[in-house]
């Protein structure tokens, strides 16, 4: 297990150096993440490199057996390249420059950014990748995190390179832009330009393909530095570090790329939805590459400085989010950072190390929680422990989530929604695009498919001919990946499968208004209560977004509505095809909609529950043999599980677990297994 944070050494003078190291080997810590953010350290200007620094830092980290996941620094250009070189910085959609003294202000598709990043990349890569304590490549730095999208004269031409090497000729561009719209009619791909400020919507089809592109330049930068750390003979891992659910970076595209799957996770201690959030992160990064275990390489420890309002956590929180971590599939807990920065954007930003000094609360909790990981052992690879899919695609979310459609939907909040019936059921779920739906489920939920590529319908299809049971919500199927529509409407992939056909989607009102004359100043404020409509299942369920009309060919009607314009209309619907079943759902549901028809899908698929029968806010997960518990609620829990303690070895069948008290459990034939490694860890 490896503990640890960003190290940011260049901050400070030498002589806290030693001290780090002291207090590192106090708190557990066997890895940090060193020079991210360097290069001017490392290149004061443009001919000059200093490493002495950066040789002393590593060789005291070696010898004080502390591994080194070395960054390529290439996150933030120095002040001289900027200077120098104008034309690496961005722009945004109004043609204004993102100019420096932040970080992340270069263009993703700057020739000039990409050789001055591949120099560096390549001294720092020749210099260490021989160096014992290094054990792991960082490339740059949350690639997108500030920077969402490049619009300067660079990303143009780079656009104009990437169309004409996906399309080759422009007419097929044309046709899948679908241009003879608004006499949208390119001649030549020289007149294509990014979507910067236009009177009104941009071409969505174009828009899709703009949001390609954009992952694309950054996953290109990444993979640059990739071949460069190969090339120099690196047989470390290589990877840089995901935000989770985050939309700029299509990262099931990116997770090939990747050696180990690396996460950066800050669960919002103020929502009430915290701990099933930061689970549908932990889960779809495990989901990114099934078997291999993840590396949480950046968490705080306590508040993080860029929310509106940045409480800490109560005590206990920081043990049992990272048990959450290790619960579902992380073999690494580290933060960001190691010691809480004198100056500069972050000072309020909680480290392990806090200005507080060690006679404080984190500190305390920091060591414990080494302790705790250390103590762990090895741990068996996160395997197929789900039998439940989870459906969720970033080019759906892309193209769900551009306007001029019947009604604005936030598809993240709808895919958590569904994850969350699921996680408080403590039934173990993967998260994962519609091709990767195979055999080894026996549940598929896709909340919300807009987007569906005729590979991911084969999947789904496929899936329910062979036994399993799918879930389609609204919205779903209803246009190719050109966005689209097919011939012959919507549901023309899953409408044989699903037996409905969608005649209308039926939008209801979101309850938001909005504000301003002009397109330009659009502004949308929540105004009241969404238009609901209800719907007779399980007791009557009410369900919101749309109440779409259905024409049901060969299914069975669970549910009608009750109310509404499709009153009468089927809202639930079930067909035995092939060896499975396929349901459809015509609305979104509210929570208690979305369990009961979550129970129903459960019985019908016969998916279990890690553990049954625990109280609300009480978390299971399993991990191959290993069971974790995890109490968030504010009292104490009895539960009971048959196997062993991962640390001692000891028998656990009941226990009491305080408020974020966390239980590691080896179910029995584990146990046993593992027998001598248990009393070794003991002794
Ligand atoms: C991100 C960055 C870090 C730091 C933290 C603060 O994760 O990668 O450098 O800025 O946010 O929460
Ligand atoms: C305006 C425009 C039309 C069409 C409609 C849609 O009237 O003139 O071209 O866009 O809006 O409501």
Redesign the pocket.
Known sequence: MLYGA?YNPDQWSEDVWDDDIRLMREAGVNIVSLG??SWSKIQPTEHEWDFAWLDTVIDKLHAGGIHVNLATATASPPPWASATYPDILPADENGATYWPGSRQHFAPSSPTYRRLAAELARRIAERYVGHPAVVMWHVN??YG?HLHADYSDNAREAYRRWLREKYTSIDALNRAWGTAFWSQRYAAFEEVFPPRLAPYSHNPSSMLDWRRFTSDMLLECYLMEREILLAAGATQPIST?FMGPFKPADYSRWAPHMDVIAD?C?PDQTSPTRVRDSAFQRDLIRSLKPGVPWLLW?Q?TDA???RHANPGKAPGVLAAESAQSVARGADGIMF??WRQSRAGS?KF?SAMLPHAGTDTKIWREVVDLGATLGGLGELPAPGRDARVALVFDWENWWAVEERDHPVTVDYLAVVRDWYGAFHARGIMVDIVPPEKVDDGYDLAVAPLLYLLRDDGAEALTRFVDAGGTLLAGPFTDVVDEHDQFRDGGFLTQLGPVLGVRVEDFGALGDGTRVDGSGVGAMAHAADGAAETVRFGFAGGQTGTLMAEALTVADAEVLARFTDGRAVGRAALTRRMHGAGQSWYVATLPDAAGIAAVADALIAASGVRPVVEGLPEGVEVASRGDLVTVINHTARDVEVRIDGADAATGAAVEHRILEPQGVMFALAPRAAAERAPVAASATS
């Open positions: 960003d991210i953010f730095n949350e995190c570090n950066d800050y950046e705080a993080v400085n860029w960001f950072q972050e930003h």
